[in-house]
């Protein structure tokens, strides 16, 4: 059985950063792309940063570029995303997500770990 399970989040006030990590198991993600989406309060899930199993490109929602940044370890089968200069509109539930054999992200899921920044 497939497990994602996402540690780090918590409270940090505004310009603080976190580390995020999600850990992988049941099948190795070496070679799929994995990824993280947020939800805020109110609002639809989001797409945060991914990256590519195959060369190791990354992808960035346009509000973290330059202050988030993911990064994986294939041998602890695990993806992290640092996030440093937290804003209060960071605030939401993170989700790590991975691609299984159908090709995309969003093939399985974490159960969330929550961020909070306070101004």
């Known amino acids: 059985q497939v497990q994602l399970v996402e540690s780090g989040g918590g409270l940090v006030q505004a310009g603080g950063s976190l580390r995020l990590s999600c850990a992988a198991s049941?099948?190795?993600?070496?070679?799929?792309?994995m990824g993280w989406f947020r939800r805020a309060p109110g609002k639809e899930r989001e797409f945060v940063a991914a990256i590519s199993g195959r060369d190791g490109s990354t992808y960035y929602t346009d509000s973290v570029k330059g202050r988030f940044t993911i990064t994986r370890d294939n041998a602890k089968n695990t993806v992290y995303l640092q996030m440093n200069s937290l804003k209060p509109e960071d605030t939401a539930e993170y989700y790590c997500t991975a691609e299984g054999d159908n090709g995309k992200l969003g093939d399985y899921w974490g159960q969330g770990t929550q961020v909070t920044v306070s101004s």
């Open positions: 049941g099948r190795t993600f070496s070679g799929y792309s």
